[in-house]
C-alpha cells in the first residue's frame, strides 16, 4: 500500500486538518493509499523532548526526527503543512498551556545556572525558531504559482494600493559592520571536523562549539555584526524617521534566525527607548525583563518592579507618543512593531508593505509611509529596488504580470538559516576562529563585546543538484532563470565559481542562464513581470524565503498559493503547503466567532502532487486519476467562488473543504480514466450534489459563536474535531466513503 504522511502543526493549518484530512482519507483510500499522521506541532515537539520527565500515558514520539529520517529515503511522501516557528514568548506561551493541561514540563530558564537548568534550555533551544524545516528539506526548492492560480488572479485581481512618486517610503540598512560586509568564506578540501574558538584580549581561549563535520567540497562562511555599528545605525534611523516624519518600521526574521535576530531585536527596543533604559535598564534585568523578548514582554511583566512599575509604563508610554511613530501589527489593540519578536516577519512585512503603497498601519489607525529598517545589508537591497520601481512605474497590476518563480538552495541545511548552532553572542573583546582538524585557522575576525557572530555551512552535493534543477526548470519553461549571487559576498563568490563548474555538466543550449547581484536580478525581473514575462530567480536559501513571499504576495495576493515541491535527492518528495504568517489571527477569528478564514489551497496544490509522485514511484495510475481530478477540483473551487471569504455568514474554510469534495467526486465521476473510479464516486457526487444546500447551511449555521478549543497550541481533539466537521449531512457521506 502507498502512504502519504500528513503532518500535524498548528494554530490554522492545525484547525483546517480536522475538516480536511477525513476528507484526504476518503478519497485516497479508493487508490489503496493510507494517509498517516505526524505531529511535528510545537506542543508536540516540547512533549517529545521531555518524554523521559513525563509518565507514560504523556509521552510522545519524536515525529520530526522520525521525519527527517524518512525524508532521506526514496520512499517518503511527506505534506508538510506550516508549523510555528517558536520566538521565545511563544516558546514560553505553549510551554504554560501544556503545565495548565497537567504536563509537569520545567519552565524556560532564561539565564541557567545548574546543570540541570542547561540542560532543560538545551531540550527547548532545539524546539525553539525554525527547527522543523531544516530537518526535513533533504532537498532543494520548486516554488512557482500553478497556472490555475495565476489565471484566477488576472481574472479577479486582488487589491493593489496605490503608489506615488514621491513616497517617502524607503529601506534603511546598514553600509558597515553588520553580516554582509564581514563576510568571509572558505571552501573546505577535505573532509574534516572544524571547531570554533574565541580568544579573549589576555589569550584566554574558550571553545564556542567543539565538533563541526564538514565534507570535502563544503562551502563555510563566518561572520559578524558588530553591536557598537548596530546601535550607531538604529540609533540614526530613529533620527531620520523622525526628521522625515514617517514610521519606523523593523523588518527581521527572528523566527528562522532564532538565536541572531532576537538579540537584533533587542537591541532596536533598548535604542528606540533609549531613555526608559538608560533610567531604568538595571531594574528591567534584574526583574527579568528582556528586550530581547520584546516591549510586550516588558509590560507584561512589570509588577515584578513593584512601585516603580507604574514609572516605567508612564515613561514607556510617553516615548510612544513622541517621534518617531512606530508602525504597529495592530493598532487598535496597541500592538506596536516592537512589542513581539515573531509579529513581524520580513519576508511577510515588507510585500504587505509594497502591496499597500509603500505604507503600513500607524499609531492613528491610519496608513503612512514607512523607513522600513533592515539592519543586515545582504538582502535590504532586494526591497529597495521594488520600493524604487514602483515609485517610478507605479504598483503593478495582477491582470497582466509575468511571474518570478523559485530554485531555492536549501537542502541539508544549507546557508544562513544553518547557522543556529554556530551562531553566539560574544562575551569578551578578542577573536573567533574557525579551525581545521590540524589546528590550521581558516576563518577568524576580531570581535568586542557583544558582537554577534555566527558561521554556516553549505555541502557539495546540495549545491549540485540546485544547479540542475534550475536548469531543469528552465529547460521545462522556456524561461530565463537567474542565479541571485553577489560578487562583493565573499561566500556567493564561492557559489559563483561553481555554479559555472556544474553548469559545464549540464546541457544548457538554448537556455538563457545568468548570474546577476540580488538588486540587479530585482531590476529585471521586476521590468520583465511588467511586461507579462517570466524569470526563474534561482536563490541561496534566505532568499528563497523572501522571495517566495513577495512575489506571490504582489502577483497572486498571497503566498499561500504557490506550488511548493520538494523533490529529496535520495528520491522521495516533500510537498509544503505554503505560508502561515496570518494563521494566529485566523484562530482568534475561530475562537472568537466559529469563522476560519484560513485557505487551504496550498494543502490542495501539495496534494495532487503527492498523488502524481506516488503514481509515478509506485505505478499507481489510480494516484495520477485522483491527483488529477483535483486539479479540475481546485480550479473550480478558484473560478466557482468557494474559497474562503472573510466575514461571518460566508464561506469558510469548512465551506471551502466540502466544495473541494464536491467537485473532486464530480470530476472523478466523469473522468474516463478509471471506470472504477468513476463508479465508486459517481453516487458520492450525486449525494453531496442533492444535499448542497442542506450541507452549506448547516455549515453557516454554526457561525457566529465562540468555540472552546480546548487549547491553542495543543487543541482537545474532540473539541477541535467537533468546531470544524459541523455538518452531520456532509459527515455521514465522508465517513461512509472512508469504512
Partial sequence: MSTIIYTRTDEAPLLATYSLKPIIEAFAGAAGIEVETRDISLAG??????????????QVGDALAELG????????????????SASVPQLKAAIAELQGQGYDLPDYPES?????????????????????????????????????????????????????????????????????????????????????????ADGTTTVLKESVPVLAGEVVDATFMSATALEDFLAQTVTAAASDDVLWSLH??????????????????????????????????????????GLGGILSGLDALGDEAAEVKAAIEARLVELPRLSMVNSRKGITNLHVPSDVIIDASMPAMIRNGGQLWGPSDETADTLAVIPDSSYAGVYQAVIDDCKAHGAYDPTTMGTVPNVGLM????????????????AGDGAVEVVDGSGEVLLRHEVAAGDIWRACQTKDEPIRDWVHLAVTRARATGDPAVFWLDEERAHDRN?????????????????????????????????????????????????????TDLFPILEVGTSAKMLSVVPLMNGGGLFETGAGGSAPKHVQQLQEENYLRWDSLGEFLALA????????????????????????????????????????????????HFYLALYWAQA?????????????????????????????????????????????????????????????????????LRD
Fill in 252 to 293: 527581521l526574521k527572528a523566527t528562522m534566525m532564532k538565536v541572531s535576530d532576537p538579540i537584533v531585536f533587542g537591541h532596536a527596543v533598548r535604542v528606540f527607548f533609549a531613555d526608559v533604559f538608560e533610567k531604568y535598564g538595571d531594574d528591567l534585568a534584574a526583574a527579568g525583563l528582556s528586550p530581547n523578548d
Fill in 668 to 736: 472523478l465521476a466523469e473522468q474516463t480514466e478509471d471506470a472504477e473510479l468513476a463508479q465508486r464516486f459517481g453516487p458520492v457526487a450525486q449525494q453531496l450534489g442533492d444535499q448542497e444546500t442542506e450541507i452549506a447551511d448547516e455549515l453557516v449555521a454554526v457561525q457566529g459563536s465562540p468555540v472552546d478549543l480546548g487549547g491553542y497550541y495543543q487543541p482537545d481533539d474532540a473539541k477541535a474535531f467537533a468546531a470544524m466537521r459541523p455538518s452531520e449531512t456532509f459527515n455521514a457521506v465522508i465517513d461512509a
Fill in 411 to 426: 537542502a541539508k541545511k544549507a546557508e544562513e538559516y544553518g547557522s543556529h548552532d554556530k551562531t553566539f553572542e560574544i
Fill in 112 to 200: 541557567p545556572g545548574t546543570d540541570d537548568e542547561r540542560d532543560v534550555r538545551a531540550r527547548y533551544d532545539k524546539v525553539k525558531g525554525s527547527a522543523v524545516n531544516p530537518v526535513l528539506r533533504e532537498g532543494n526548492s520548486d516554488r512557482r504559482a500553478p497556472e490555475a492560480v495565476k489565471t484566477y488572479a488576472r481574472a479577479y485581481p486582488h487589491s493593489m494600493g496605490e503608489w506615488s512618486s514621491d513616497s517617502r517610503t524607503r529601506v534603511a540598512t546598514m553600509d558597515a559592520g553588520d553580516f554582509r560586509h564581514n563576510e568571509s568564506s572558505v571552501v573546505v578540501d577535505a573532509e574534516d571536523t572544524l571547531s570554533i574558538r574565541h580568544v579573549a
Fill in 69 to 84: 529520517e524518512m525524508a532521506t529515503t526514496p520512499e517518503a511522501n511527506i505534506i508538510k503543512l506550516p508549523n510555528i
Fill in 609 to 656: 502532487e503527492s498523488l502524481r509522485h506516488l503514481a509515478d514511484r509506485d505505478g499507481n495510475d489510480k494516484a495520477r486519476v485522483l491527483g488529477d481530478a483535483l486539479d479540475v477540483a481546485t480550479g473550480r473551487v478558484l473560478t466557482e467562488g468557494r474559497s474562503p471569504a472573510r466575514k461571518l455568514g460566508e464561506i469558510d474554510n469548512r465551506g471551502s
Fill in 495 to 547: 557559489l559563483i565559481d561553481k555554479v559555472k563548474a556544474y553548469l559545464e555538466e549540464e546541457d544548457t543550449d538554448g537556455l538563457d542562464l545568468r548570474i546577476l547581484s540580488p538588486v540587479d536580478a530585482t531590476t529585471l525581473s521586476v521590468q520583465r513581470i511588467r511586461e507579462g514575462k517570466n524569470t526563474i530567480s534561482v536563490t541561496g536559501n534566505v532568499l528563497r524565503d523572501y522571495n
Fill in 45 to 58: 515537539r516540547i512533549l517529545a523532548q521531555f518524554a523521559d520527565r513525563l509518565p507514560a500515558e504523556q
